[in-house]
Structure formats: C-alpha cells, structure tokens
C-alpha cells in the first residue's frame, strides 16, 4: 500500500474527490493547510502573503492504483495557468494499517479493507 499526499488549491479540493470518487476511490481524508511553495507566498499591492491556503488531501491505495491516481489528481488540480501553485503530489509507501473499531491490522494491498483480518490486536 502507498500513502498519496496531494496539496491542492483550495477550489479545486471538490473537484478532485468527486473525481477520485467517481473512479472508485472514495476514501480520501481532507485538511485545510497553509503554505508556500517555489513562489515563496505571494504579493499583492505593498501586502506580502508569506502563507497560502491550500487542502491537503490524503488516501491510503493499492500500489497497483498509484499511477492512476497520481495522474487523475494532477489532472483535475491543474489550473492550466502556467504558473506555481497548483500544489504538489507527495507519494509514500505505508508499513501497517490497523482499523481503530476491531483492532484488526489490514492486509498489504488492502486499500484499508479489514475484509480478510491479517491479524487482531
């Protein structure tokens, strides 16, 4: 399993998961994040804007969905603008996963499913 941390503006959070949602991979956890990237915040009249609002969107998939993923998200996040801000895909590989109710520790490559219990704590 990998772990896909995808910052994104604000107003395209919505569209993502509905995407995501729509191919199969509703289980996505949202927080709202603020930061800079590459433009080092922005400048608006004489007001710098160290920190940006952004959504960081997290979801738990099989490997096997890590290129589908990544690529659905980079496809709806992307304002077309040509410039920085449009966020950033981080991709991790996930050690364990355990679901907090049953205490039951989730096969490799389950997508978080306790469908087949590896092993209960």
């Known amino acids: 399993?990998?772990?896909v941390?995808?910052?994104v503006?604000?107003?395209k959070a919505e569209e993502v998961m509905a995407a995501l949602m729509a191919?199969?991979?509703?289980a996505?956890?949202?927080i709202n994040v603020a930061g800079r990237g590459k433009q080092r915040g922005i400048k608006i009249g004489d007001?710098?804007?160290d920190e940006i609002p952004k959504e960081l969107l997290l979801m738990v998939i099989k490997n096997?969905?890590?290129d589908f993923v990544v690529k659905?998200?980079?496809e709806v996040a992307r304002t077309g603008k040509g410039s920085y801000g449009d966020g950033k895909i981080f991709v991790s590989p996930v050690d364990e996963v355990y679901t907090v109710s049953s205490g039951i520790k989730d096969p490799p490559d389950s997508e978080g499913s306790a469908d087949i219990p590896e092993e209960k704590i």
């Open 1 to 3: 399993m990998i772990m």
């Open 5 to 7: 941390r995808a910052i």
């Open 9 to 11: 503006r604000p107003e």
């Open 23 to 26: 191919d199969g991979f509703p």
């Open 28 to 30: 996505v956890t949202r």
């Open 47 to 49: 007001v710098t804007y």
């Open 64 to 66: 096997a969905d890590k």
């Open 72 to 74: 659905k998200i980079m």
